[in-house]
């Protein structure tokens, strides 16, 4: 159930970016060292267990975006999530509050959730929001950061309110190209 709800989120924040455009808890499960890179070395990040790769080529507006993404299931109701988003330069993202709005809203629309907390700020100088939202008996525990064209996220789903290692997992978010 978990799977489901963090992909259905990014692909989410992918499509409500686009459509809004005009033109640290402990446990046993605590993320580890040495950091995970993409194969792209778009980022890297430090998954407790190895993840598998994710990706998917969605429509949206008349333009095929690729979401890509890494997910570590720990357990039957604990799963982490990191991913990204490339957008073509169409795509217009001059205003980050706009972008990472619509990112908010799409993944609460998408898994038909209940936003229960959101704070907008920077993460490593790029515009970010960081929320957790309730869908189906889970949480979801989120940080999306725009850097220019490129979106990235990290998500922590759980049985759990607030997910424990969230911000742990989120703060070994590491962007390392655009």
Not at 113 to 139: E, K, M, N, R
């Amino acid at each position: 159930m978990v799977a489901a709800l963090v992909v259905l989120g990014v692909a989410a924040t992918a499509a409500a970016v686009l459509v809004s455009q005009p033109a640290s808890h402990a446990s046993s499960s605590t993320p580890s060292t040495p950091l995970f890179t993409d194969p792209g070395s778009h980022f890297s990040v430090a998954f407790p267990v190895t993840p598998i790769s994710q990706s998917e080529t969605l429509p949206v507006n008349g333009t095929d975006l690729t979401i890509t993404e890494y997910v570590a299931t720990v357990s039957s109701t604990d799963q982490y999530e990191a991913g990204y988003v490339l957008y073509p330069d169409s795509v217009n993202t001059s205003n980050p509050s706009v972008n990472l709005a619509g990112a908010v809203q799409g993944a609460v629309t998408s898994t038909g959730g209940i936003l229960l907390s959101q704070s907008q700020g920077t993460y490593q100088g790029f515009p970010s929001v960081d929320f957790l939202l309730s869908a189906a008996g889970q949480y979801i525990d989120y940080r999306v950061v725009l850097d220019g064209h490129s979106l990235y996220q990290v998500a922590v789903g759980s049985t759990v309110n607030p997910p424990a290692n969230f911000t742990s997992f989120a703060s070994s978010l590491k962007i390392l190209a655009p």
